[in-house]
């Protein structure tokens, strides 16, 4: 028995019973009597016709478009999308005495631990150290006003100058413009609103992409350590040039690389350590101080390292044998020069000798024009998530933000940079109260620039890859293993396949792979619907029926894979059917061709066959097909009349 919602635009639901939200509507009148009841009524945008369709008013080409530009002025140009779009409308009336301490001991931490990072990922990039600076401080000022989360610390991440590697070869012009369209893609994903792509990548997939790029970072700055060279782009390659340059291992490099790992780790442990009670309310002035020096020393450990090393080195070098370990070297004083990208190279600039145009050396990059948007992202939204404590993440306004501050890093020839896990839990741990403290992270990087670079020149390359391998060892996650496996062993699939792929292939490949098995599999759940199969009575007559309820939407992958459970379940006992459809949400032409062939399949049993609560959507797609036999109900009582008109338990007493 199925009402007609369609004469009054209602869908009755037995769900509106149990639901404390009161829904009354004032209904048409029907058959020239007015009755009240509950239900949902429909869209005031249409007009409803005599039979109950809907039907949008009439309107011209001219006054569509001016509605549409009228509807999309008011959605853009007010306060809410001010706020959205503009994060610093929303925290700077509120700034305090507060905010400002936290800020400024934060962004001052933070800027201690970029500068060594700086310098050390612009070694990834395969770039001269100073591009490392480049890139860490006008984007640090973009994000101050665009971006939404004030854990985020704008500049060079390990991940994204590995991927800078690979897409740009080391080519500083090729790097440079990487940056300015990655930052035009992040720009535009940000504007479209298409943050949501992040949400295909799984936490597996995730978790094999960033241990294994951070086995190959560990794996590139081996050479450093042992005083080597070893290029290549994927783990083999790079692991197969060490063995066979191992030879020509540089004493003092290594066993400095060595000690300053050692060395790093043993700091690393100094900001969790902690003397005296448990409670921090406990301490005494002493203790409080003491552990304040333990948790600055840890937290700035690569800043001193760094000024230990490099002193170290200006008091060893000599001018005939030089220093007994590689070292920096010149770097060129003062701020970079304002300027637009390079779109050409000349033929002294390439590799190969050829000199490249825009399109040539756009072409070069490959996929990187995709795969550094996605990834800078990714790595974004880790921070603001870590950090968020239950607020909503907006990765779209994020997009917006690191996109514009790529775009304005570029004219100062700085690599993509986006916020790096690392420094925002230093971040975190420091106190940051806004995103305003990258003003000083900044300020810091460009005091560095004007004042410091003719010191650099000896700090030793196998410090900055001591920092970088200290820091990506902590990365790999194998700690995600054990409760993947006991949770959900298949999730390791996708999991281990994204790591093995990673380290074998171009990292664009390896997490295209891992993003392909998840897809796979929620393809195989789609096409994989799990039915709950019930032998119930009805309530007046007592007739015993069976109810299948399907766990999820009926599409054309699933629905003969269903159809065929249904048949096999029905014909092991001869009793009516009902198919409760309350979580069936969507479905399609193919699905009501076989629902059809199912009705067929019954008939020909002289089996009966119901549907349970389907959604009026779904119904008017079904009975487009088989509208003559196509029987729908929605309340349990229903289903005792609907057997009595077919006297089915009279049937049956004959039958027996």
């Known amino acids: 028995m199925k009402s007609n919602p369609a004469s009054n ?39 409803l016709t005599e039979d109950g369709k809907k039907v949008k008013p009439s309107m011209s080409t001219g006054e569509c478009t001016r509605n ?124 479209f609103g298409l943050g949501f792509l992040i949400d295909f990548v799984s936490g597996p997939v995730s978790s094999g992409f960033t241990s294994a790029v951070s086995l190959i970072i560990l794996t590139s700055q081996i050479q450093s350590v042992l005083g080597i060279t070893a290029k290549g782009n994927t783990f083999v390659e790079i692991w197969t040039q060490v063995f066979q340059n191992i030879k020509h291992t540089q004493a003092g490099d290594t066993v400095l690389g060595l000690t300053c790992i050692v060395v790093l780790l043993l700091m690393r442990s100094l900001s969790s350590l902690r003397i005296g009670p448990t409670e921090e309310a406990e301490w005494s002035p002493f203790q409080r101080v003491v552990n304040k020096i333990l ?37 060129p004083p003062g701020l970079p020069s304002l300027q637009l990208p390079p779109t050409s190279l000349t033929a002294n600039e390439t590799s190969n000798g050829v000199a490249q145009g825009f399109v040539e050396m756009v072409h070069s990059m490959g996929s990187g024009l995709i795969v550094v948007p996605l990834i800078s992202l990714m790595e974004n939204i880790a921070i603001c998530k870590a950090f968020a404590n239950g607020k909503p993440v907006d990765a779209s306004q994020e997009l917006i933000a690191i996109g514009t501050a790529n775009i304005f890093n570029s004219f100062v020839q700085g690599f993509p940079g986006t916020g790096a896990l690392s420094r925002g839990a230093v971040n975190n741990a420091s106190g940051v109260r806004t995103p305003l403290s990258n003003i000083y992270s900044g300020a810091l990087v460009m005091i560095a620039l004007l004042f410091l670079t003719p010191y650099f020149y000896f700090i030793p390359r196998p410090t900055l890859a001591a920092i970088i391998i200290s820091a990506v060892v902590f990365m790999v996650e194998v700690r995600v293993v054990k409760p993947m496996w006991r949770s959900k062993k298949s999730d390791l699939v996708p999991g281990v396949g994204t790591f093995v792929a990673c380290l074998v292939l171009p990292l664009e490949w390896g997490i295209l792979i891992g993003v392909a098995l998840n897809v796979i599999f929620i393809l195989y759940h789609a096409a994989r619907p799990k039915l709950t199969t019930e032998l119930l009575i009805t309530s007046h007559m007592g007739i015993e029926y069976m109810m299948i309820t399907p766990d999820r939407c009926l599409i054309f992958p699933s629905v ?34 076989v629902i059809d062939s199912l009705i067929s399949d019954f008939n020909q049993r002289g089996q009966l066959l119901f549907f349970y609560n389907l959604k009026p959507s779904i119904c008017a797609i079904f009975e487009q097909v088989s509208a003559a036999q196509f029987v729908v109900y929605y309340q349990e009582e229903q289903l005792d009349e609907l057997l009595k008109e077919r006297q089915y338990g009279q049937k049956r007493l004959e039958t027996a």
């Open 9 to 47: 635009h209602v869908y009755f639901n037995d769900g509106f019973k149990c639901s404390t939200i009161s829904i009354n509507a004032n209904l048409a009148e029907v058959n020239d009597s007015t009755t009240n009841s509950v239900g949902s009524q429909g869209s005031k945008e249409f007009i």
């Open 68 to 191: 549409w530009l009228k509807d999309c002025s008011r959605r853009t140009f007010n306060r809410k999308t001010l706020q959205k779009r503009l994060p610093i409308v929303q925290w700077l009336p509120r700034y305090n005495s507060e905010d400002a301490v936290g800020d400024l001991v934060a962004g001052i931490t933070v800027g201690l631990t970029v500068i060594p990072q700086a310098l050390a990922y612009a070694g990834i990039a395969g770039l001269p150290v100073a591009y490392g600076l480049y890139a860490s401080f006008l984007g640090c000022f973009v994000y101050i006003f665009l971006g939404s989360c004030k854990d985020v610390p704008m500049g060079p991440s390990a991940i994204v100058a590995l991927l800078t590697y690979q897409a740009a070869q080391g080519s500083w012009q090729k790097s440079v413009l990487l940056c300015l369209l990655c930052g035009i893609v992040e720009l535009l994903m940000g504007l």
């Open 295 to 331: 948790w600055i020393v840890g937290t700035a450990r690569n800043a001193i390292l760094v000024v230990v090393c490099c002193v170290m080195s200006y008091l060893l070098h000599s001018e005939e044998h030089g220093t007994p370990f590689r070292v920096v070297g010149d770097i």
């Open 560 to 593: 003969d894979y269903v159809r065929n459970l249904v048949n096999k379940q029905s014909m092991r006992q001869n009793v009516p059917v009902v198919i409760d459809a309350s979580h069936v949400y969507g479905a399609d032409f193919t699905t009501a061709t």
